[in-house]
């Protein structure tokens, strides 16, 4: 569903991106881990458009999207949370979801005050509320929520703009224990339903919820391989792993 063939992104004499080239298939959750300063947000912001690439390609369902602009990307499916529109921190949980929906709809902004009034706009809301787990909480004002909560919103905006595949960049940062392992729920929830690739730094999050892993060292691929395979990788417990970590 995704392919990158041979990135390549520098900023300066820094090789951020180093001739990568990942395959990620329909219904996968594919989990790119490394280092601090590996390279893993600068390869998501080339996936989503936001950032251009020296040199290759990104093809999305077998098209060259390489120099697609974000929001060309995101209406042909590939959804980064944030990406179509931020959160508005005084409105509900609710009203928030339905701009997404309205956004991704092609409607302007200037339409905001109606968002939360249009049924045709608030029940594919809620229904992304409820499948993120704040289907109770959808009155709430965005800023009134925990810090769970809000990433669990912005997942549900990303999802109501009817993505096939989902870039999420760090879910679980800055969450304690409960709030990571209802993260680990709702990511278990959506994947099989969208393709995923994630970031993220907890690895017992990742070797529990990946299909793939793919490990980044200075901007270049150095394995990818099952979860089983990439624990046992003695380059990649060199690199970055450990012994003792996993
Ligand atoms: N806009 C930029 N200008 C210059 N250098 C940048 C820029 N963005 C990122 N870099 C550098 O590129 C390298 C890769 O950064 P990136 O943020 O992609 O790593 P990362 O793997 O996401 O790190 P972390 O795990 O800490 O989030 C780093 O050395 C970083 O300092």
């Not at 929520?145 to 109501?160: K, N």
């Not at 993260?183 to 999050?205: N, P, S, W």
């Not at 490990?215 to 046992?232: D, K, M, S, W």
Request: charged share 20%; no cysteine.
């Amino acid at each position: 569903m995704l392919e990158t063939r041979d990135l390549y992104k520098h900023f300066g004499g820094l090789v951020a991106t180093d001739h990568v080239s990942l395959s990620i298939r329909e219904g996968e959750l594919h989990a790119v881990i490394g280092p601090n300063g590996a390279g893993k947000t600068t390869l998501i912001a080339q996936l989503a458009g936001e950032l251009r690439p020296d040199g290759g390609a990104i093809l999305f369902d077998g098209k060259d999207v390489t120099r697609t602009p974000v929001q060309r990307r995101a209406a042909s499916g590939l959804a980064r949370s944030f990406q179509i529109t931020s959160v508005f921190p005084s409105f509900s949980a609710l009203a928030n979801v339905a701009l997404a929906v309205q956004a991704h709809a092609g409607h302007s902004f200037r339409f905001w005050r109606r968002a939360a009034h249009d049924a045709a706009l608030t029940g594919p809301a809620r229904d992304a509320l409820e499948l993120v787990g704040l289907g109770s909480r959808a009155e709430v004002p965005a800023e009134l929520l925990s810090h769970g909560e809000q990433r669990q919103l912005e997942i549900a905006m990303a999802l109501a703009t009817r993505p096939r595949m989902l870039l999420l960049d760090e879910p679980m940062a800055g969450m304690g224990p409960a709030e990571g392992a209802s993260m680990v729920d709702l990511l278990r929830k959506l994947k099989g339903r969208y393709t995923i690739l994630l970031i993220e730094h907890d690895m017992d999050a990742v070797f529990a919820l990946a299909d793939w892993i793919t490990v980044l060292v200075h901007g270049a691929v150095i394995a990818t391989g099952t979860p089983e395979e990439i624990r046992y990788d003695a380059e990649v417990r060199r690199a970055y792993l450990g012994e003792e970590t996993v």
